[in-house]
């Protein structure tokens, strides 16, 4: 297919300083869980981008010295020269593409507690350490000063040798220690680096020029800006201070990559932003510099991306995590197959990655972080070996998903689904309060198999194990999804509470499906992630009194990891939602609830007209069990294969569940029984 001339513009070349771009697709640096620790997985995540049309390619943060040391967070490293090889495996993996190749340049100041290297912290004042670790930063001296810039000019001349063609000093998401000099906030000194803007901007200007004088012959030199922080006067906004450094320093750097602050509203869930919801923040960053400027704002639609280049908002269409769900976004759009991108969600379930030091994962790409260790390409897959059929029972994320990839490696494929609708969880969970973008991890399947005349799709066609037998099919896998628990069981309690009648308990499945619930509402959260939050909130938007419960100490506790735990809190707040932590629903008696407190078991009570209760899922499994326990007339049906995947295997995300229906269908008829079923990027022991 053509491309639409409409599209042109963004594949024209741009100039950045002594390099050229050769398109306007820009990932910009975020951080993957790998590091430094993981680089052959690394490079390959990077190299597939390249391969899949983004024009420049850029690291996470890489750490210029010890005194910056993240651990045990994931990120790159450069502290002298044996960094180099791994570094050099990502330039080379995007310039085998025809990429750029970027490095942001990291220091933490007081973001570092340096717990692995064991040196103070350095910052622009006294401060705590903002991970909350019991130590607080130095305040940098003159001497410090100046070590900090031969440290970031040493990083800098390593980065041109490694083969970096635009290089990065990093004054953002309130995490560099630029940053922290440039806000009143972080920076009370009374010398030349503190008081007024003009001396706070010193140390930004002075590194910017250090590393343009070091390696600007030949790599050009970005400034990463959080030009406003959302905190009002308290911080630096887009109308006062944020304006002012732009303008201070308008033409120094090569090229401008400017955001909000801090990484939560810079990557703000969907749930909370829509698409180019920076564009209000950063819209003025053009208008006092002629070099290029990159943003951000999960563009996933090329006419919203057409429409920030022909407005004069942006010259590069910046993504991390549309560049994460689809790495061949661009090229999709550049071969005329837009209606085969793979649209972000905004779940921020691959920050979750960084955020525990794991490899990141993707909701809707389940090959993220893949690419190196089981060889998965977010585009190719081996074609089928033999002409056998395959009857996949149930169409959620992971059924939809294990027929889709079944399908395009050219498998008979026949997909049947209990209801009328299509998506399973995904469906149900994307009808709640700000989850919409959850249905296209339902969409982009549907449509995707629809073109496939290999795969047959059967709606409301609940299947019996006799059905299955009388249907057929060499090799079956059931993937019929989860329920949600009523007697309590979970986390908090491993033995049914005996003051919990599960008739009168609900669950979000109820909650989901329609069912009529009295108020005053108590939704007992021991689930922790975001559904618990997001049922408060639908059950108050209908005009309930809402209680949320959870025994964790904090509403929603795992969200911490996708970043969205305070805009939760927010708005339930906001709603006037009770949030009551550190409590657990122990019964259930009239129209009251009993509460106990989690460290002191101290019993409480709270007016209850209906308790809806997210503990545990347990595996609609029932078919599968039933297929298993007679194994000859699974035989005499011709079956020789029945197999389970996601939630009715063992109930975990929808990021999971696409993952192990994408697993199954690459894994299917190839023969692996290797017991370790991928490669580890094992470090090599060497001259310390």
Not at 203 to 232: F, H, M, N, P, Y
Not at 394 to 413: I, K, N, S
Not at 473 to 498: E, L, N
Not at 549 to 574: C, D, F, G, H, K
Request: proline share 5%.
């Amino acid at each position: 297919m053509a491309r639409d001339p409409r599209y042109d513009i963004l594949f024209e070349p741009v100039r950045i300083g002594p390099v050229t771009a050769r398109n306007r697709f820009y990932q910009v640096p975020h951080c993957n869980g790998m590091g430094h620790t993981r680089p052959r997985m690394l490079a390959a995540m990077r190299g597939i981008k390249a391969e899949g049309g983004w024009a420049v390619v850029c690291t996470e943060e890489v750490e210029i010295h010890p005194s910056s040391d993240a651990s045990p967070a994931r990120e790159g490293r450069l502290w002298d020269d044996r960094d180099l090889p791994a570094l050099e495996l990502m330039t080379e993996a995007v310039h085998a593409h025809g990429s750029l190749a970027g490095i942001e340049l990291f220091h933490g100041g007081i973001n570092s507690a340096n717990r692995m290297s064991r040196m103070v912290s350095l910052g622009p004042s006294s401060r705590p350490v903002r991970t909350f670790d019991p130590i607080q930063v130095r305040a940098m001296d003159r001497h410090d000063i100046r070590a900090l810039r031969r440290w970031h000019r040493a990083a800098a001349l390593r980065a041109k040798r490694a083969g970096f063609d635009v290089i990065y000093v990093y004054a953002a998401h309130d995490l560099s220690v630029l940053m922290h000099f440039l806000s009143r906030r972080r920076n009370e000194r009374t010398d030349e680096y503190g008081g007024k803007l003009e001396n706070r901007v010193r140390l930004l200007r002075e590194i910017i020029e250090d590393t343009k004088e070091a390696v600007g012959d030949r790599s050009a030199v970005a400034v990463r800006l959080a030009v406003d922080e959302l905190l009002g006067a308290e911080g630096i906004t887009a109308e006062a201070e944020g304006h002012d450094i732009v303008a201070m320093l308008a033409d120094l750097p090569d090229l401008w990559d400017v955001n909000v602050s801090d990484w939560a509203n810079d990557s703000a869930v969907s749930r909370f932003a829509e698409e180019g919801y920076q564009e209000r923040h950063i819209a003025f960053v053009k208008q006092l510099t002629s070099k290029p400027v990159v943003g951000v704002g999960r563009f996933t639609s090329p006419d919203a991306m057409v429409s920030q280049i022909r407005g004069g908002i942006l010259d590069f269409i910046g993504a991390a995590r549309p560049s994460i769900a689809d790495p061949f976004l661009p090229r999709k759009i550049e071969e005329g197959r837009i209606d085969e991108i793979r649209e972000c969600i905004g779940c921020n379930i691959c920050v979750s990655g960084d955020m525990t030091q794991v490899p990141m994962r993707c909701t809707q790409n389940p090959t993220m972080g893949e690419e190196w260790r089981r060889g998965w390409h977010p585009e190719i897959i081996p074609a089928k070996r033999t002409d056998e059929a395959i009857l996949v029972v149930g169409a959620g994320p992971a059924g939809l998903e294990c027929a889709r990839a079944l399908g395009q490696r050219g498998f008979d494929v026949h997909l049947a689904e209990a209801g009328t609708e299509l998506g399973g969880r995904v469906t149900a969970e994307a009808r709640l309060p700000g989850l919409a973008a959850w249905a296209r991890v339902r969409d982009h399947r549907v449509q995707r198999i629809a073109a496939m005349p290999n795969v047959q799709v059967y709606r409301d066609s609940r299947l019996s194990a006799d059905h299955v037998r009388e249907f057929g099919m060499p090799h079956v896998v059931i993937a019929t999804g989860a329920r949600w628990r009523r007697d309590g069981v979970g986390r908090w309690h491993g033995i049914a509470p005996s003051g919990l009648d599960p008739s009168r308990v609900l669950t979000p499945d109820d909650v989901l499906a329609g069912a009529a619930v009295p108020g005053p509402v108590v939704v007992f959260d021991d689930d922790h992630f975001y559904l618990g939050g997001v049922i408060a909130e639908k059950l108050r938007r209908d005009g309930l009194e809402v209680t949320l419960v959870t025994p964790a100490a904090q509403v929603s506790a795992w969200t911490v990891n996708t970043l969205e735990q305070r805009m939760i809190y927010r708005r339930l707040i906001e709603l006037d939602v009770e949030l009551v932590t550190g409590h657990a629903v122990t019964a259930q008696r009239d129209a009251n609830v009993e509460l106990a407190c989690a460290f002191t078991g101290r019993a409480s009570c709270r007016p209850c007209g209906s308790l809806v209760a997210l503990t545990a899922r347990l595996p609609v499994d029932d078919l599968y069990l039933s297929l298993t326990a007679d194994p000859d007339s699974l035989a005499a049906s011709g079956i020789r294969t029945v197999s389970r995947i996601g939630d009715c295997e063992a109930p975990a995300t929808i990021a999971a569940a696409v993952h192990a229906g994408h697993r199954f269908a690459r894994e299917f008829g190839e023969g692996s029984t290797d017991e370790v079923p991928f490669r580890r990027d094992v470090e090599m022991f060497g001259a310390g």
